[in-house]
């Protein structure tokens, strides 16, 4: 697999697991519905059940990674899947009811009743087994992975001690535990056992690791730089690791002229007026209480920087109390006594950003991108931070890579981090990962624990 998409290579235990309940789910309600009513249904319905009971389940957090087995996490998954269950069937019923009532009400049509009676049954007895052999799967599956992240490789840093230490803070940072071990300098390659390493992690630019790489590739291991390491496995590139610039824009592509950008647009205008319709009465609500907190504004705005540099206005959820900055922009900090109470609710969930929704309609913004950053502030982080204006190749997003990994920023190391994702973003910009990203964007707004701020 190419490291141009490593993102997918790392999830290769979440595709799996979601390929498993898709599959579980077609099969088990087609060949249900085949043996109980003598024909087939219809695939859009068998596809749809499929594609809601994985959504579900991402969200829920059923296809992580489980590090620890014990009787906890066993009970916590089982719970889990007790839940998309009751909520599969819930929906169902809505539908089939929905549906029979507007079939009694057109034709008066009576018998539609047992049929679809019978199809409810049908459907709770189905996604019972589904529920019971997708636990058992995932089960298996956190098994399996657990022996596997036990294993004794490690990777082999080449370079010197503090380029080993900085390499080691950047996982810190992902909270991820990889098996790094520093070379010894007066430790000869040819010493070291090839079937404990898995790969080598090159630190230093420089004629002198020539020998080294020639003689580990040799071997037939992988050999990579720490730049492309962090790329492969931390899905980021941390601006000090950048030697060049062609380094980040090796793989930009024309992006003005891109099919990707296109379909891009298209899906940012779609989704963006269903999900304006879909939380107008959310919407409606944050309004009300936003009002009746402190009778103040229910909206904000503020000039950010847009795609190329240019100036855009967007409108937010008022989140703090009014008149918040009126001492001059200044970062947003933990247990800052400006939010508001409901500010507090609605800015871990991310609700203050619906009102941008009609900028994405509007061409300013997209779904997802990099965040637009306010001008005054953005001076001086390019001055103190290199390539960060290479985020506004892009147009910013509501939602973004950074956001998704990354908590609430406050200050200018936090920035530095939050680049590392934008600039891994833009280098592997794709359909795919757009919806990954609103995936994660979606869980973190069902269980606001990603907009924590860092300790």
């Known amino acids: 697999m190419k490291l141009s998409i490593p993102w997918i290579v790392s999830r290769r235990r979440v595709l799996f697991a979601i390929s498993i309940d898709m599959l579980l789910n077609i099969y088990f309600y087609s060949v249900g519905y085949l043996d109980k009513?003598?024909?087939?249904?219809?695939?859009?319905?068998?596809?749809?059940?499929?594609?809601?009971?994985?959504?579900?389940?991402?969200?829920?957090?059923?296809?992580?990674?489980?590090?620890?087995?014990?009787?906890?996490?066993?009970?916590?998954?089982?719970?889990?899947?007790?839940?998309?269950?009751?909520?599969?069937?819930?929906?169902?019923?809505?539908?089939?009811?929905?549906?029979?009532?507007?079939?009694?009400?057109?034709?008066?049509?009576?018998?539609?009743?047992?049929?679809q009676r019978e199809e409810t049954l049908l459907f709770l007895r189905l996604t019972f087994i589904i529920s019971i052999i997708s636990w058992l799967v995932q089960y298996l599956l956190s098994i399996i992975t657990n022996k596997i992240y036990h294993n004794k490789k490690y990777w082999l840093f080449c370079g010197t001690k503090d380029g080993f230490i900085s390499l080691k803070k950047e996982v810190d940072i992902n909270?991820?535990?990889?098996?790094?071990?520093?070379?010894?300098?007066?430790?000869?390659?040819?010493?070291?056992?090839?079937?404990?390493?898995?790969?080598?992690?090159?630190?230093?630019?420089?004629?002198?690791?020539?020998?080294?790489?020639?003689?580990?590739?040799?071997?037939?291991?992988?050999?990579?730089?720490?730049?492309?390491?962090?790329?492969?496995?931390?899905?980021?590139?941390?601006?000090?690791?950048?030697?060049?610039?062609?380094?980040?824009?090796e793989n930009f592509n024309l992006l003005d002229n891109s099919y990707k950008i296109r379909i891009k647009r298209i899906g940012d205008i779609f989704i963006s007026l269903l999900l304006i319709l879909l939380t107008l009465p959310i919407s409606f609500l944050i309004s009300i209480f936003i009002y009746f907190e402190d009778r103040g504004p229910i909206l904000y705005s503020q000039v950010r920087t847009g795609y190329k540099g240019e100036k855009i206005r967007i409108y937010k959820f008022r989140s703090m109390i009014n008149n918040a900055e009126k001492f001059g922009a200044q970062w947003s900090k933990k247990e800052d006594e400006r939010i508001t109470k409901v500010g507090k609710i609605i800015r871990s969930t991310r609700l203050d950003e619906l009102p941008q929704l009609f900028?994405?309609?509007?061409?300013?913004?997209?779904?997802?991108?990099?965040?637009?950053?306010?001008?005054?502030?953005?001076?001086?982080?390019?001055?103190?931070?290199?390539?960060?204006?290479?985020?506004?190749?892009?147009?910013?997003?509501?939602?973004?890579?950074?956001?998704?990994?990354?908590?609430?920023?406050?200050?200018?190391?936090?920035t530095k981090n939050k680049l590392s994702y934008d600039i891994y973003y833009i280098n592997h910009i794709s359909l795919f990962l757009d919806m990954l990203i609103l995936f994660k964007t979606m869980k973190t707004v069902f269980t606001a624990k990603l907009n924590r701020q860092i300790k």
């Not at 002198?208 to 790329?231: A, M, R």
Request: proline share 5%; glycine share 4%.
């Open 37 to 115: 009513f003598r024909t087939t249904p219809n695939p859009i319905v068998a596809f749809s059940i499929g594609i809601f009971w994985v959504i579900s389940s991402y969200i829920l957090g059923r296809y992580m990674v489980c590090r620890n087995i014990n009787i906890f996490e066993i009970i916590k998954n089982l719970i889990k899947s007790t839940l998309i269950f009751v909520l599969c069937n819930l929906i169902f019923l809505f539908i089939n009811f929905s549906n029979q009532f507007i079939i009694f009400i057109i034709n008066n049509e009576y018998s539609i009743f047992q049929f």
């Open 359 to 414: 900028s994405v309609i509007q061409g300013k913004m997209s779904l997802i991108g990099p965040r637009p950053e306010r001008p005054e502030i953005e001076s001086k982080l390019l001055q103190t931070i290199p390539y960060y204006k290479y985020r506004n190749i892009l147009k910013p997003g509501i939602s973004g890579w950074a956001q998704v990994n990354y908590p609430y920023g406050s200050c200018i190391e936090d």
């Open 175 to 249: 909270n991820k535990k990889f098996n790094l071990k520093l070379k010894d300098l007066d430790q000869n390659e040819k010493n070291l056992d090839i079937n404990e390493l898995e790969g080598i992690i090159i630190g230093d630019n420089d004629n002198n690791n020539l020998d080294q790489i020639f003689f580990f590739k040799s071997k037939g291991l992988t050999v990579i730089n720490s730049l492309k390491w962090c790329e492969l496995m931390l899905h980021r590139m941390p601006p000090y690791l950048i030697i060049n610039k062609y380094q980040i824009i």
